[in-house]
């Protein structure tokens, strides 16, 4: 009975053993299959255990463009910048191309309709020593504000890899950042995109204006069945309007092969 049980044991690791690379190479066919060149990483909260694809570009930076809301939303609560979700900002008559950024905004709404100008005039009101401070604070990719305020993180020189994303992620999601808990409870409230039995999706997208080629963003966590799973992805978009959407479908593709969700 001893050594069936140790034969059963040593099979079942063997197996799990085993689908870890697997699950490593599937992640890269996601990116393969979509013909992009990109980066993703999804790490299990529970252990840190990491899959990636994309090669050495998880480890390469690039500009966060509007996934960066996430670490200034948490940065403007905490400074007393904004007082809360419900932080309001007239709209300043200029037209922009998104119809829901012509209007007057909300916190939670510029967050979700990740809306540039509103978190321009927010930041601007923060002083330039206090955001490099918490940049550092929160180890946050490159760590470099510089340039013009208002911009270093739509144009850099801010950066950072897929990686360093998700691994910021992890340590907000453990609340371990060195913010007020209602802070990170707030910004962690916002970041909802989706809820389903047993599970919820956080998250912010993120596009790169401007560059050669452009750059999508997909940041967030899966909550699902009392796991998380921490993802980073970035690709390259040489035409946006063809493959802004693939940022959600192939995030979403990687998590469902890592962790068996099944999204209603």
């Known amino acids: ?98 119809a829901s950024w012509n209007q007057d905004q909300t916190f939670a709404q510029a967050f979700q309709r990740s809306t540039v100008w509103a978190y321009q005039a927010w930041t601007l009101e923060l002083d330039r020593g206090a955001m490099q401070a918490a940049l550092e604070a929160l180890d946050y990719g490159n760590g470099d504000a510089g340039g013009a305020p208002d911009r270093f993180w739509l144009d850099g020189p801010l950066e950072i890899s897929a990686r360093e994303q998700a691994g910021f992620l992890s340590r907000l999601h453990a609340r371990a950042l060195p913010f007020e808990a209602g802070v990170m409870e707030t910004v962690i409230d916002l970041m909802a995109l989706r809820r389903g039995e047993g599970w919820v999706l956080r998250g912010k997208t993120g596009w790169r204006f401007g560059g050669e080629p452009d750059t999508g963003w997909f940041a ?24 802004l959407a693939l940022r959600a479908r192939l995030a979403e593709a990687a998590l469902q092969e890592v962790s068996g969700w099944t999204p209603d």
């Not at 085993?18 to 013909?35: I, M, N, R, T, V």
């Not at 403007?76 to 910048?81: M, P």
């Not at 899966?222 to 998380?228: D, N, S, T, V, Y």
Request: charged letters at 20%.
């Open 1 to 98: 009975m001893r050594r069936l049980r140790t034969a059963v044991l040593t099979g079942v690791l063997m197996a799990v053993l085993l689908a870890w690379p697997a699950k490593a190479q599937e992640l890269d066919s996601l990116l393969d299959e979509a013909g992009v060149t990109g980066a993703i990483v999804v790490i299990r909260a529970s252990d840190g255990r990491a899959w990636t694809g994309g090669g050495e570009r998880v480890d390469a930076r690039f500009i966060p463009a509007s996934t960066f809301k996430i670490p200034n939303s948490l940065i403007l609560l905490q400074s007393g910048v904004v007082s809360g979700p419900d932080a309001a900002l007239a709209w300043d008559g200029t037209e922009r191309p998104f």
């Open 220 to 243: 967030g966590w899966l909550e699902l069945e009392g796991e998380a799973w921490l993802f980073a992805l970035n690709i390259d978009m040489p035409d946006p309007p063809a493959q």
